[in-house]
Every structure is written in C-alpha cells, then in structure tokens.
C-alpha cells in the first residue's frame, strides 16, 4: 500500500516536499515513480529511483525536483523546488515491478502553484 | 504531446465492445518492451488492468484483454458494463524510464 501526502497551495518560485509511504514492501529494494495528471490532462511521468539509486526525471522536473528515499520511514520522497502555474496536478507514487508496470499507486496528493 | 499515441475517445453501447489502440515507436513498444493499460477515474489510483501486454492481474475480469504487434498495441474490452466508463491509458518503457500514453476517454452510451 502507498499513501502520499504533503499536496498544498503554493505561491509560484516556491517549494514542497511530497512524501509517501510504503506498507507490504520496501521502498529501498523496489524502482519507485512519481506520476502527475494536471487539470484535465493525462498521466505523466515525473520521476524515478531505482533500487541501486540511480535517478531519472522528466525535462520538465529537472534541475527542480528531487527524488529520495528514507530506508528508515519506508518512505519515498519528493522535493519540489522553483514551482510553476503548470506543476499544479495531482501527484501520485507508484512502484515498478520488474517488467516496468506499475502495480502500485497511492491515491495522490494534490498541489496546487497559484498567485 | 505523449511518447504514445492514443485516440483521445472511443463509445459503444453496453453489451457491446471496443478497441483501444496505442501506437509507439522502435524506442519503447517496438525495443521491444512490453506494454501495460489502466483504468482511471480522475481523483483516484490508476489501476493495471493488463500487464506484459496480454495478462490480467487478479480480480480483472476476462473481458478485458491486451495484444501488441510490432511498436503497437491494443485493449479489447468486450460486454460493456456502464462501470467501464473511465479513462484508460497504455504504459511502455523507453530504456530509461515508463511512458505513457495521452489517455482514452471510453463512454458507455
């Protein structure tokens, strides 16, 4: 099970950090994705961790986002730096199993960047 | 713009069925690597309903089925139930990283 949290009201140029938490499963031993739907748009990937900690993000997110983990709180993180109108969405963490599915989605945590 | 090509909507009468088309390139479907499709209702989780192109998780029923050729793939689902309404997207991997398709938007008229 995974359950995010962290969603706010934020002022453009500003930050959040976006957490989620694993129940069944290590989050340290598994590839794990942020995925985001804007208002009235499709899913999007935003990021990913590996397993061996290696990391990947989409070109909107880089140089802004960072994905972590705390192996101590089964926790998978997001810090989201230097935000934008077009970031608002709800975000979603999802776990990938080995043939790159993604078996496992909380329910999402809505961020929301406005003036 | 998507990684993969959906068409953004498809309708059929209950009872009846539909296909869902997914077109890819030679970077993700066609590498190959395999497709995966979700239903989704906007404000709650994706669920899979197909894995490794053609296999359903438990609990999906058998109306529901995946096929993929070349750098495309498809989602059949047959006797329509009103409870199918929802979004569905396909899902592959490009060497780096999942991609997704822009969505299908299925109406059960």
């Known amino acids: 099970q995974l359950v995010e949290s962290g969603g706010d009201l934020v002022q453009p140029g500003g930050s959040l950090r976006l957490s989620c938490a694993a129940s069944?499963?290590?989050?340290?031993?598994?590839?794990m994705s942020w995925v985001r739907q804007a208002p009235g748009k499709g899913l999007e990937w935003v990021s990913v961790i590996y397993g061996d900690g290696t990391t990947y993000y989409a070109d909107s997110a880089k140089g802004r986002f960072t994905i972590s983990r705390d192996t101590s709180k089964n926790t998978l993180t997001l810090q989201m730096d230097s935000l934008r109108v077009e970031d608002t969405a709800v975000y979603y963490c999802?776990?990938?199993?080995?043939?790159?599915?993604?078996?496992?989605w909380g329910p999402g945590t809505l961020v929301t960047v406005s003036s | 713009q998507s990684v993969l090509t959906q068409p953004p909507s498809v309708s059929a009468a209950p009872g009846q069925g539909v296909t869902i088309s997914c077109t890819g390139s030679?970077?993700?479907?066609?590498?190959?690597?395999?497709v995966h499709w979700y239903r989704h209702l906007p404000g709650t989780a994706p669920k899979l309903v197909i894995y490794?192109?053609?296999n359903r998780p438990s609990g999906v029923p058998d109306r529901f089925s995946g096929s993929k050729s070349g750098a495309s793939a498809s989602l059949a689902i047959t006797g329509l139930l009103a409870e199918d309404e929802a979004d569905y997207y396909c899902q592959s991997y490009d060497g780096s990283h999942v991609v997704f398709g822009g969505g299908t938007k299925l109406t059960v008229l």
């Open positions: 999802a776990r990938e199993s080995s043939n790159w599915s993604l078996d496992c």
């Open positions: 490794g192109n053609s």
């Open positions: 069944g499963f290590s989050v340290s031993n598994n590839y």
């Open positions: 030679n970077s993700n479907i066609g590498a190959p690597y395999d």
